[in-house]
């Protein structure tokens, strides 16, 4: 069992940045597959961006193609943290944004197990 917590949310104008946090629980934190998703209201859930672990000492990440340059997502093992920094933030990033992670790859339509509370960000214009 995985738990995971976000923080970070918050209020911000068009053009600012934020950095959201996530805790994660568990030994075998470094080999889980870790990401993002947001909800605005009214749509769906939707990927924002992953970071895999792919062999070796190096994770593979991807990012949806709306925050692609904008947002990076980042892992601290030792700290059993993920991080997503957004930049140039739009009013169309609005949302509540959820950690997820997974045992499994990475892979195309990923599906993770384990969910957080998720962390509203608000960007006004």
């Known amino acids: 069992q995985v738990q995971l917590v976000e923080s970070g949310g918050g209020l911000v104008q068009a053009g600012g940045s934020l950095r959201l946090s996530c805790a994660a629980s568990g030994r075998t934190f470094s080999s889980y597959t870790m990401g993002w998703f947001r909800q605005a209201p009214g749509k769906e ?7 895999s672990w792919n062999g070796g000492r190096t994770y593979y990440t991807d990012y949806a ?10 892992r601290d093992n030792a700290k059993n943290m993920v991080y997503l920094q ?11 944004y959820y950690c997820a992670a997974d045992r499994l790859p990475y892979s195309s339509g990923w599906s993770p197990a384990y969910w957080g509370q998720g962390t509203q960000v608000t960007v006004s214009s």
Not at 45 to 51: L, M, N, T
Not at 86 to 96: I, Y
């Open 65 to 74: 193609d709306s925050v692609k340059g904008r947002f990076t997502i980042s």
């Open 45 to 51: 859930r939707e990927f924002v961006a992953a970071i």
């Open 86 to 96: 957004m930049n140039r933030l739009k009013p169309e990033d609005t949302a509540v």
